[in-house]
């Protein structure tokens, strides 16, 4: 059974400051790995998706096979950074969508 | 376009009472999920649709939670009884498809117990 491990409840850091955000799965397959945003009061939405490589908003996943993270990073983070991450893996058998626990980020001026 | 409509946004039921939550998918999204998201927790699926079949409801409780999608549309989620373990929120999504496809959230329903 898949599984989505998100060690960190809370993560605080100041402004400017680098942000890494962990997560680890255990699959066995080949994963699909997304990381899901909340910010307060708005919807669950998606953030980026590991097969596509890209950077939203300055943050980028990178899968790392041999130790199956998949962890989220910023260079310097801002305010508006301040939101519930959640890391998610697709499953191939019936696309069953599995989050972590999330991990609050909370950016201070 | 329009997201993923819920209604209603708030319920509050005394425990073993019923309570039906209604989702409206994403038009066009053939995959429709059920996520209870209890506080401080992630969303947990509870029932996948595809179209109108069932593809995984395995972490259902099937003692007292049924879905159903007819049509393969809008879809409702009950509960009966209630217990007080089910206060959550309850969040409706779709997606075009099954495979690394985009999941699209409602704002979700609010369900306390008492």
């Known amino acids: 059974a898949q599984r989505v491990t998100q060690p960190e409840k809370l993560l605080s850091v100041f402004k400017g400051a680098p942000v890494e955000l962990k997560c680890n799965y255990s699959?066995?397959?080949?994963?699909?790995l997304f990381w899901y945003v909340q910010y307060s009061r708005q919807r669950l939405q998606l953030l980026l998706r590991?097969?596509s490589r890209e950077s939203i908003k300055g943050f980028t996943a990178d899968l790392n096979k041999g130790e199956t993270s998949f962890h989220l990073k910023k260079p310097f983070a801002q305010e508006e950074d301040s939101a519930m991450y959640y890391c998610?893996?697709?499953?191939?058998?019936?696309?069953?969508?599995?989050f972590g626990k999330g991990t609050m980020l909370l950016v201070s001026p | 376009e329009a997201g993923v409509a819920q209604s209603p946004r708030y319920k509050i039921i005394e425990k073993r009472q019923s309570v039906a939550f209604w989702c409206n998918p994403i038009?066009?999204?053939?995959?429709l999920y059920w996520y209870q998201q209890i506080l401080g927790q992630g969303p947990k699926l509870l029932i996948q649709?595809?179209?109108?079949?069932?593809?995984?409801d395995s972490q259902l409780p099937k003692d007292r939670f049924s879905a159903e999608r007819l049509k393969g549309v809008d879809s409702t989620l009950k509960i009966q009884p209630a217990k007080l373990e089910d206060s959550a929120v309850y969040l409706c999504?779709?997606?075009?498809?099954?495979?690394?496809?985009?999941?699209?959230f409602g704002q979700g329903t609010r369900l306390t117990v008492v």
């Open positions: 649709f595809q179209n109108n079949g069932v593809v995984d």
């Open positions: 999504a779709s997606s075009v498809g099954r495979m690394n496809t985009e999941a699209f």
């Open positions: 699959y066995s397959g080949s994963p699909e």
């Open positions: 590991h097969i």
């Open positions: 998610a893996l697709l499953s191939k058998g019936y696309s069953t969508l599995t």
């Open positions: 038009s066009g999204h053939a995959t």
